[in-house]
């Protein structure tokens, strides 16, 4: 088994260090590691350092760091645009979208998205979303942390002029004839992925995105959940960047 990550704000640097707070809090108490085990601390910038448990203490450890190293940010960056989903189908677009490699995420307001993200409700869900992000990036061991980015629901117009600036701009869509499979993809930049809420993606978005440059892509014959089409599409994406 791989070792836990645990996230710090500043990477430490060699030698003794302890880890409180609530990550100290979750490696003691909830994940109890012990004298001699070893774990990660990274700061989600690209710094990350192994460590063993020297001493565990009242909701905190104090650990021997034995060394730092820093990986790159990915190029080009991966960003999809999750139309905002009702219940917690957003919430498991975020976690799964995370686990696979999205750099950025962006919640859209489509105009068929039924949950609506205003005031405090809007900030109190896009802080939701950045939280499941957080987890899900310490299960799966990422050095950088995924950006919650934009507005708490960012309009279509918004949206539109994020993907006039990218690299490349593709909008999932069940009655388009590409395939995200074969498509061509840049070698740097922003690669933006547009994901619809439940029920999907209008004609009229539609039009505004393709007029800005984005390309209709389908995944397969299948037509997946808001929830798991990010995912997906991500995969296909990682795997065609050699980052699998």
Sequence with gaps: MSAPLFLVDVLPGEGLYTLGGAEGHHAATVQRLRVGESLL??????????????????????????????????????VVAQGIAKGDRGELAVQAMTEVGVDEILPWAASRSVAQWRGDRGAKSREKWAAVAREAAKQARRT??????????????????????ASAAYVLHEEATERLSQVELPAAGEI???????GGIDD??????????????????????????GMAALSVLATRLNRW
């Design 41 to 78: 601390l990274a700061d989600g910038r690209g710094g990350v350092a192994s460590a063993v448990v020297r001493a565990v203490g009242k909701g905190a450890l104090d650990v021997t760091v034995s060394d730092r190293r820093y990986a790159d940010a990915p190029d080009p960056r991966l």
């Design 144 to 165: 950088w942390l995924p950006v919650v980015g934009g507005d708490p629901d960012l309009s279509t117009k918004q949206l539109t002029q994020r993907l006039s600036a």
């Design 192 to 198: 933006v992925l547009v994901v619809g809420p439940e």
């Design 204 to 229: 009229a978005e539609l039009k505004t995105f393709t007029a800005a440059g984005a390309v209709a892509v389908r995944l397969g014959d299948n037509v997946l959940r808001t929830s798991t089409a």
